[in-house]
């Protein structure tokens, strides 16, 4: 498969500069090691790559000490450090680096176990700049897809997703194989790293019912009596997982209006790849009764994909009455709405009548596969 740079790529090497970390979250399999190794091709500084899971890598950063650090650096201008959650006290360590060595560039890499350990959190405040790198967005595919190729291509991306190493398997049971292995050998595993996370299964069990339940409000103590675990649990998880790039929240939208529901959350995937993986359903769009999830599902993820690697920053919710009136997406930036509402056909969606006369500044818009390129 040939190399599709990545949106962020020029953002990245712009943040290098002297005495500062740029660190790069995302998911297991996502394509940061290679993203890494292109921005050091592009780079006229000498550059040391080392990678944190590497036994020898560890050896070197073991001891806290400028000294050292000082000589294992001497004549580069840039250090990469891939897999950085890897290192023991990484934080502090890097930290010291920027602090004691005069003109040093470090770029670090992490699975979200990075941050959920803590290891680049407080030790690096004022010292680092943070990107996340998510599978492929639709403007990323755009430019090896022609507009027809992306038509041809979308029901694969409904069912399969964009990870990097999917877009080069040819079969969908390779494809299948290789997204069911991603879950259990990568994603989960980060997470059940975690001092104190043991039940495998009930996280396994916890992901089935939110990948049932897209587009849905999810209630932390109805999951809980399902699962028998409590609802301080279940929320404990859904933190963990969110924090490994499996889900994202979205909260509901509301400016005190008394029908509107407000402390509601609904939850998403940021790969529909892996939802039918945690499902173990691959169906094909002919066969299935949730195409229309999995469209919700994907315009949200990519519209959240397209502001993060673009740099904006709006706000995302859903809106719901207590009487059932609802929208799918909510982005509001600057104080400007625009409300979308998913549709894998075109049925001639109006705004909600309650949401016209609350919101009359609103934009309204359908999403559906005839426009929704306009938008991503």
């Known amino acids: 498969m040939e190399y599709i740079p990545r949106i962020l790529q020029k953002t990245l090497e712009n943040r290098l500069v002297s005495n500062k970390v740029v660190l790069i979250y995302g998911s297991r399999r996502v394509g940061k090691t290679i993203l890494v190794k292109k921005i050091m091709e592009n780079t006229k500084e000498k550059t040391l790559f080392l990678n944190g899971e590497d036994v020898t ?33 990484i934080g502090r360590k890097l930290k010291l680096m920027v602090d004691e060595i005069e003109g040093i560039m ?26 996340s790198l998510y599978p492929f967005s639709r403007a990323e595919l755009d430019q090896v897809e022609s507009i027809l190729q992306a ?20 079969t969908s049971n390779e494809k299948e194989t290789y997204l069911k292995e991603l879950v259990s050998s990568y994603l989960l595993k980060d997470v059940l790293s975690i001092e104190g996370i043991r039940i495998s299964s009930k996280m396994i069990d916890l992901l089935k019912l939110l990948a049932f339940q897209i587009g849905g ?40 209006l008394r029908k509107e529901i407000s402390k509601s959350r609904k939850f998403y995937f940021w790969d529909n790849g892996i939802r039918n993986a945690i499902l173990g359903d691959f169906r094909p769009l002919s066969l299935r009764q949730d195409t229309g999830l999995l469209w919700e599902n994907y315009f949200i993820m990519e519209r959240m994909k397209r502001s993060n690697n673009l740099l904006l920053h709006p706000n995302y919710y859903f809106w719901r009455t207590f009487d059932g009136q609802e929208i799918d ?16 056909t075109d049925q001639g969606a109006r705004p909600p009548r309650a949401f016209k006369n609350a919101y009359p500044e609103a934009a309204f818009k359908v999403i559906d596969r005839r426009n929704y390129l306009d938008w991503l």
Not at 106 to 129: H, K, Q, V, Y
């Open 151 to 170: 038509e041809q291509n979308l029901e694969d991306r409904l069912i399969f997703g964009s990870y990097p190493e999917i877009l080069g398997l040819e």
């Open 329 to 344: 997406l909510i982005e509001e930036e600057h104080g400007s709405i625009t409300a979308f509402e998913c549709k894998w």
């Open 217 to 256: 409000v999810v209630s932390f103590h109805e999951l809980g009596s399902q699962l028998s675990m409590s609802k301080n649990t279940v929320e404990k998880y859904i933190d963990l997982l969110s924090k490994v790039f499996i889900l994202f929240k979205m909260g509901s939208f509301s400016r005190n």
């Open 57 to 89: 890598t560890q050896r070197l950063l073991e001891e806290r000490n400028a000294s050292r650090y000082r000589r294992l650096l001497a004549g580069y201008g840039l250090l990469i450090l891939d897999e950085a959650q890897s290192v023991p006290d």
């Open 106 to 131: 470090i770029l670090a890499t992490g699975s979200s176990s990075f941050d959920l350990l803590n290891l680049s959190g407080e030790p690096l405040t004022g010292r680092s700049f943070h990107f």
